[in-house]
């Protein structure tokens, strides 16, 4: 069940109650000092995974680190998802319709995936985490440059950090590429279990879009799928 909005808001509220906001202004210092206070939390242990992702999408704030602010884009898109998520779903960018809606993969793609997580794995979409490698869109939707990526990589870092999920799944071969390392095709990267950050197992995947153009390999997803099931039915 996804969380009321009234509840989400009320959590923002708390949390900013606690970082001594009282109000809110047009003016950009108050912006500022929004950012600096939730900064200061980035990264602490001590908080609970929602309240440090929150504090996160604060720091992150209306972004202008790289060029991608000047380019079109309308809004960060943050992710989205369980805090606590076992399993968490990383893509490339933001295309139009995330843009538009401030929401990871709900778009044609979008709607595919929500599909493979609740007829392949059997779990809701609020059940897992679901973000980007870079939190803007990139004009014409081009593959995001590696100034973007340096910029906005950390955040996502911060984000499996946070989240410590069991497993990762990188969806195509941006998101394999950038979260790997490596510039090995997907076709030969796919069906493969990594170890990645934290202890957490990433496996590569086409991404849904790709399998928009080329459903004939809906069946190697599938497969991935399957390694994904096996792992997070495996118990410590």
Aim: proline share 7%; charged share 30%; net charge positive.
């Amino acid at each position: 069940m996804s969380v009321p909005p009234r509840a989400i808001l009320a959590e923002h509220l708390r949390l900013y109650a606690e970082w001594g906001v009282t109000g809110v202004s047009k003016d950009p210092a108050w912006r500022t000092r929004k950012a600096d206070a939730a900064a200061q939390l980035v990264g602490r242990s001590d908080l609970p995974s929602g309240e440090s992702l929150i504090a996160l999408k604060a720091h992150i704030g209306d972004c202008t680190r790289c060029k991608l602010h000047k380019m079109g884009r309308k809004q960060v898109v943050f992710g989205v998802g369980n805090p606590d998520a076992d399993l968490m779903f990383v893509g490339e960018a933001p295309g139009a319709d995330e843009d538009q809606q401030g929401e990871p993969f709900v778009g044609r793609a979008g709607q595919l995936l929500t599909k493979i997580i609740e007829g392949g794995l059997q779990l809701k979409r609020s059940d897992v985490y679901i973000a980007n490698v870079i939190k803007c869109r990139p004009p014409g939707n081009r593959n995001p440059e590696p100034d973007e990526v340096a910029t906005c990589e950390p955040f996502l870092n911060e984000q499996i950090d946070t989240i410590r999920p069991r497993v990762i799944v990188a969806l195509g071969t941006f998101a394999a590429h950038a979260l790997l390392k490596t510039v090995e095709p997907i076709s030969r990267l796919r069906g493969r279990v990594f170890d990645y950050r934290g202890g957490s197992k990433l496996i590569p995947t086409f991404h849904p879009a790709f399998l928009l153009r080329s459903p004939e390999r809906k069946r190697d997803v599938w497969e991935d799928i399957k390694i994904v099931r096996a792992l997070l039915a495996e118990r410590d």
